[in-house]
Structures are given as C-alpha cells and as structure tokens.
T-cell receptor, first 118, second 112 residues
Framework: GAVVSQHPSWVICKSGTSVKIECRSL??????MFWYRQFPKQSLMLMAT?????????EQGVEKDKFLINHASLTLSTLTVTSAHPEDSSFYIC??????????????FGPGTRLTVL | AQSVAQPEDQVNVAEGNPLTVKCTYS??????LFWYVQYPNRGLQFLLK??????LVKGSYGFEAEFNKSQTSFHLKKPSALVSDSALYFC??????????FGPGTRLSVLP
C-alpha cells in the first residue's frame, strides 16, 4: 500500500534555530503533498499545499518565510521551520496524493513529527 | 465553503457494544467524504470513503459509514467495539481543489 514516512519523528531544538522535517512517499509518486499542524487535542490545520517543482501554496495566516516548503521531487517534500520559537512547538503531519489522483483519492498521511522548541 | 462538524468531543462505549461516531457536513456540489483514525503520537490512518454509489460504505477494521444525503450526515459505525478501537476519529470532506477539511475530531473510548 501507499506509505508516507516522516523524519525525524521527534525533535527538540533551541529557540532561534531552524529545523527541517522530511516527508517521503515510499512506494508511489506524489504530485501533491500537504503539510498540516496539529495542536494538542485539536484537529489538523492545513498549512500549505506543495506541488512537485513549483512553489507551495500557503493557507491564510501561515507565514511562508517562517515555514519554508520545498517539493523537489515526486517523492520528497521538506518543511523547514526557520528561527523556531516555543509557540512553533506542535505536531506536524504531512500527507501525499498520488500522481494523477482524482478528487476521490484519499491522502496518505505520514506518522507525524513532534517539534518542541525550548 | 466546505465544513465538517463532529458534534461529540467524546464517545464512550462498552466493549462488544455497537458504536457510532457522528459527522455532518456542508458542501457545495457532490460530497467526497472520508473517515480517518489517529492513535496517540501517530499520523492519520485511512478507514473508508464515500465518493459515489452505495450509501453504506465498508472500510478497514470492521468499520462502516452510512451516507445520508437528506441529513447531510456520514456517521461512522461498528457493530461490536474493541478496546483497541480507542482513538481519535476525524471525519473529512474533500473540496474540488483536493484539499481536505477536517472535523474537530471525536475521541472514542472503549471500556473493557
């Protein structure tokens, strides 16, 4: 089946540093990848949608200079949290849709990355 | 704009009893509806989806959901709950731009 991995699964960093999270589709080509943020006991909030080879589309209220997204290939997207602060601490989840996916295709989710900024 | 409501924050059910997790939606056009389950510190796992066809959709782990167009509902059901079903359940609707809109989630606790 379609598998999406994320690395790292958890990370602790100091305030002011940058953190990169990788999202990979292991056995399929993902034209579109999505990045979500989830606060404790809350639903997923879509941050941005990235298409391979083009700039990401950010949701309203998400700082694109703060959360840098790169989707360089059909199997890899990265999210870099720049100059992280404690309020950026959260659970970040990526998902991917297969190439040529129609609207009826489900997204396949990664296991998530828990970021803690001290 | 699409929206999804899950009216119950928490559902408690005894093991072996049937369970229902409620979901209602609002969409313009045809609804594409999904259920996902999330275990602690994990990503979301796909359970089932409704695109078209039969209103009763069968999915993973014995779950099923019934699409009711007149009531704009897509409730998740299982005839006999297991303790291992305890998790956070999300209903989602997909818009024409392929973005998902998730409901707030319902925490299911199955008591032994």
């Amino acid at each position: 089946g379609a598998v999406v991995s994320q690395h790292p699964s958890w990370v602790i960093c100091k305030s002011g540093t940058s953190v990169k999270i990788e999202c990979r589709s292991l056995d399929f080509q993902a034209t579109t990848m999505f990045w979500y943020r989830q606060f404790p006991k809350q639903s997923l909030m879509l941050m941005a949608t990235s298409n391979e080879g083009s700039k990401a589309t950010y949701e309203q209220g998400v700082e694109k200079d703060k959360f840098l997204i790169n989707h360089a290939s059909l199997t890899l997207s990265t999210l870099t949290v720049t100059s992280a602060h404690p309020e950026d601490s959260s659970f970040y989840i990526c998902s991917a849709s297969e190439a040529l996916a129609g609207v009826g295709n489900e997204q396949f989710f990664g296991p998530g990355t828990r970021l803690t900024v001290l | 704009a699409q929206s999804v409501a899950q009216p119950e924050d928490q559902v408690n059910v005894a093991e072996g009893n049937p369970l229902t997790v409620k979901c209602t939606y609002s969409v313009s056009g045809n609804p594409y509806l999904f259920w996902y389950v999330q275990y602690p510190n994990r990503g979301l796992q796909f359970l089932l989806k409704y695109i078209t066809g039969d209103n009763l959709v069968k999915g993973s782990y014995g779950f099923e959901a019934e699409f009711n167009k007149s009531q704009t509902s897509f409730h998740l059901k299982k005839p006999s709950a297991l303790v291992s079903d305890s998790a956070l359940y999300f209903c989602a609707v997909r818009d024409i731009g392929q973005n998902f809109v998730f409901g707030p989630g319902t925490r299911l606790s199955v008591l032994p």
